[in-house]
């Protein structure tokens, strides 16, 4: 009895002490150095203008380090469909062996489904947004400091109207990169200008006939609204027809440097636009997966400056839409 | 002697306003636009505004001539849902027309307009000819036009679009009020006249009521319903290019989801998803009241997380109403016994 006891014991430490091993090297972290040169890029409502202006800087730069690239998203410029675009990746993983999945870091769905890919071994990398290190199965994010979006067009708004008025808020949809936009421009207002006011967060959505019906109603209800600050990129073209409509000067500042909205700041119809680096953020990420894939360590986090676009600025930015041929 | 009376005695006549109320089709959602505007102007006297009022028909133009379409289907017992998805598509293939194809502004909006009736022929000739149901061949069409889009643009609107298409767009004659408006004044009083006054109107609701008996009494059903599927194409073709005017932009985004809206606006003003009972001028009047909540809302102040809410319950409470006239109405109708008319014999019949 004592006999097999002991062989027992040696078996079982002799069994664990590998497996201890094993599981400590699975646990370090994983070397993405020699994956095929290929990015699969997973973006819903792939066909919105401000997306293909992201994927233009993506696809340039995969042009220019000899990456494979695809886009892969609900095919749509107007509906937002994360569940929708699981499958479509789903179809596209089994085509061929990718080096590495880009997800947009914008909902808990695409996190999931990252999480998921993170451990079938895909290095994720995200952009536009950057999650809490820890919290999510990245290697790596580009963009730009979500709150600066807010705060420095709160500072521009100001400026201009000197602590007096009243400014209307509005957003595209109810998702987390908007709301932190918008609670950035209220906390900075509140702070720079305590006399300004802001009106309830307005949902423009994205029917752009319905979305001035809305802002006009917003700017009818309010007589005191000075200025208008949206947070997604139709926004500066709603606001500029509604005031239109409602025949009141205010000042707009909008959201992402598309050729509309360009032409919307050089006719004087919008004071300015955050140019997010939408066209930035994807090239640097792929420059990233390019380090990875030879084996070189990245940074986890990549911040990349956003600035208004004003009239005074504004040849830099027509350079950029023309490049991404829009 | 002929003597038609009531069980109480009184003459026929005594139907009365109250009686001939009942009967007006669009009362429910008169009740309900005219009580909804009472209460947002209550919330913010800016509701009745002419700036917030022109928005709202501004708004509504679009829909609503998608809108009168769909009530020509609706009527004839089929329906369309691509209505939305059409729009959108020839938006973007007529400003592709005048700008990357160097066409004249008219010919490209003509080349629209043809493409908005062939998409309608497709249909109906599927529907009416080939047997497919409408529910399937329109959902399926409203998934081919969303792809084409994408197609057509590879996501980028089409822009700028030639100074006249501009000028057509911002024109305004009335209270910000310019081409649209004036188009689907003409488009809905046209169709109105049209559905109440011909016998193209009478004949869609004989369809709508009962197709078997309409082809007993020799009504082409298949050319009428036919005809009505392109003529919402070409209604959807119309606003979508109305629609391009006004962003002076061909915007992928264009149509997007107002097959919905269409759909529910014509119901809400009582039009039957049943057929053969319904107005054009109900289905404007649907269109308009769900506009004006939208837009009621947002000037009263309501946080934007329930406005759909209370723009959906609104729209059941307008159909309700629409539902307990007709009940009521057939109750008031049952409750008055008729006496059976003795009628002169002829010469040489009998009892």
């Not at chain 1, 676009?309 to 991404?324: C, E, F, G, P, R």
Request: glycine share 10%; with cysteine; aromatic share 8%.
């Amino acid at each position: 009895m004592k006999k097999k006891f002991i062989i027992a014991t040696v078996a079982a430490f002799a069994l664990t002490v590998p497996a201890i091993f094993v599981g400590t090297s699975a646990n370090s972290a994983p070397s993405y150095k020699g994956r095929p040169k290929s990015i699969l890029f997973v973006q819903p409502m792939k066909d919105h203008p401000v997306h293909r202006l992201m994927q233009a800087g993506l696809l340039a730069e995969c042009k220019k380090q000899g990456f494979y690239c695809k886009v892969v998203g609900n095919a749509s410029a107007s509906n937002w469909d994360d569940v929708g675009t699981l499958p479509l990746v789903d179809a596209e993983l089994a085509t061929r062996k990718w080096g590495g999945v880009a997800v947009y870091p914008v909902s808990p769905v695409l996190f999931k489904y990252a999480e998921k890919l993170a451990k079938k071994g895909y290095p994720i990398i995200g952009w536009h947004a950057i999650p809490k290190q820890g919290t999510t199965s990245y290697v790596a994010s580009v963009a730009q400091l979500v709150p600066n979006a807010g705060s420095g067009p709160a500072d521009a708004i100001c400026t201009i109207h000197k602590n007096v008025g009243t400014v209307a808020i509005t957003e595209g949809s109810l998702n987390d990169e908007e709301n932190t936009k918008a609670a950035a421009f209220k906390a900075q207002l509140a702070k720079s200008c305590p006399a300004m006011k802001t009106t309830e967060i307005g949902i423009e959505g994205f029917d752009p006939t319905k979305a001035v019906a809305i802002a006009v109603g917003i700017l009818s209800a309010d007589k005191d609204i000075v200025a208008a600050y949206s947070t997604t990129g139709n926004g500066a073209q709603t606001w500029s027809q509604a005031s239109a409509q409602a025949n009141r000067k205010i000042t707009i500042i909008g959201m992402d440097y598309i050729r509309q909205n360009l032409d919307l700041i050089r006719d004087g119809k919008v004071y300015g636009v955050v140019a997010q680096p939408l066209y930035e953020e994807t090239a640097m990420m792929v420059q990233l997966y390019a380090k990875l894939f030879k084996g070189e360590k990245i940074k986890y986090s990549n911040i990349l400056p956003s600035t208004i676009v004003t009239k005074d600025n504004l040849a830099a930015y027509y350079k950029i839409v023309d490049a991404a041929g829009q | 002697m002929n003597n038609l009376r009531n069980k109480k005695g009184a003459s026929k006549n005594s139907e009365g306003f109250f009686y001939r109320l009942l009967a007006v089709p669009e009362l429910g959602v008169i009740v309900a636009l005219i009580s909804c505007a009472g209460i947002f102007q209550s919330f913010n006297s800016v509701f009745l505004s002419s700036q917030v009022m022109g928005s709202i028909v501004q708004a509504v133009t679009f829909v609503s001539i998608i809108a009168v379409g769909q009530a020509f289907l609706l009527i004839s017992g089929v329906f369309d849902l691509s209505v939305g998805a059409v729009a959108g598509l020839v938006a973007v293939s007529s400003g592709k027309l005048m700008t990357s194809m160097g066409w004249p502004v008219w010919a490209g909006i003509l080349g629209g307009l043809a493409l908005g009736a062939a998409i309608g022929a497709v249909n109906g000739f599927m529907v009416t000819r080939a047997g497919v149901p409408a529910f399937i061949q329109t959902l399926g069409m409203m998934f081919v036009a969303q792809g084409m889009i994408q197609v057509v643009t590879k996501g980028y609107p089409v822009y700028p679009l030639p100074e006249v298409m501009t000028t057509i767009g911002e024109s305004s004659f009335f209270l910000t009020l310019g081409w649209n408006a004036l188009i689907w004044v003409v488009v809905s009083i046209v169709g109105d006249f049209v559905i109440r006054k011909t016998s193209i109107g009478r004949n869609l609701y004989v369809i709508g009521g009962n197709a078997e008996v309409a082809k007993i009494v020799g009504i082409n059903v298949q050319r009428y319903q036919m005809n009505c599927f392109i003529l919402a194409g070409t209604l959807s073709a119309l606003s979508g290019i109305l629609v391009m005017a006004t962003l002076s932009a061909g915007a992928p985004s264009i149509g997007g989801g107002w097959e919905l809206t269409v759909i529910a606006g014509t119901v809400v003003g009582g039009v039957s998803l049943f057929g053969g009972v319904g107005t054009i001028a109900g289905a404007i009047m649907g269109v308009l009241l769900i506009q004006c909540v939208q837009s009621g809302l947002v000037t009263s102040g309501l946080s934007p997380n329930f406005q759909l809410i209370a723009v959906g319950s609104i729209l059941v409470l307008a159909v309700f109403l629409d539902v307990f006239r007709r009940g009521y109405r057939n109750r008031m109708r049952n409750s008055e016994k008729v006496e059976t008319p003795v009628f002169p014999l002829e010469k040489g019949g009998s009892e």
